[in-house]
């Protein structure tokens, strides 16, 4: 199996290229400055420069791109919308690191996490510019892709447990009310996609 990490250098794709890499799977590491993985492979050149040849014949595509700064936000849909174009018609498949904020809390999928009271209002403009590329991503039946996003808790610095629990559309807590996943787990559970999973043109969600 062949796969490619874009911004392979932020801390969730280097964990996603990590766990993939562990297994055996031959991955090419695409970032705007030197490899910085465990990669096999590299790629150094910005996502927006990327074309069709340089996605070409990979098994999948993982977009870990990520912005945060208010000026920045825009280019949530615009780098989704690129690499969009690199794979249209192409049986590669783009797997998203998500948001959890455009998760539904009522199974009408009228209400997302956050349009309920309690969520921080720092973080809405970044889950309105991820919510709406969403938006664009689910028109797109020319693409293979499939959104993970993860729990409301999503830790940097949480443990390896080697263990998650996948869901939809829906956020979903454990027993005791939480929602939350380390950047690790997400990376096995982005990587068990990748290599097994079968949710095209779906959003999926996972959490401990």
Known sequence: MRIA????????GSLIVKEAVSRGIDVTAIARDAN???AQHSIEKDLFGLSKEDLAG???VIDAFGAWAPETLHLHGESLAHLCGCLSGSQTRLLVV???GSLYVDSEHTTQVAETPGFPDEFKPLAKAMGEALD??????????TYLSPAGNFQADGPRTGSYVLAGEEFTTDENGASAISYADYAIAMTDEAEHGDHVQERISVRW
Request: net charge positive; glycine share 12%; aromatic share 8%.
């Open 36 to 38: 910085k993985t465990v």
């Open 5 to 12: 990490v874009v911004c392979a250098n932020g801390r969730v």
């Open 58 to 60: 990979y098994d999948a």
């Open 98 to 100: 998500g948001g959890a």
């Open 136 to 145: 664009e991503l689910r028109k797109r039946s020319d693409v293979r892709w």
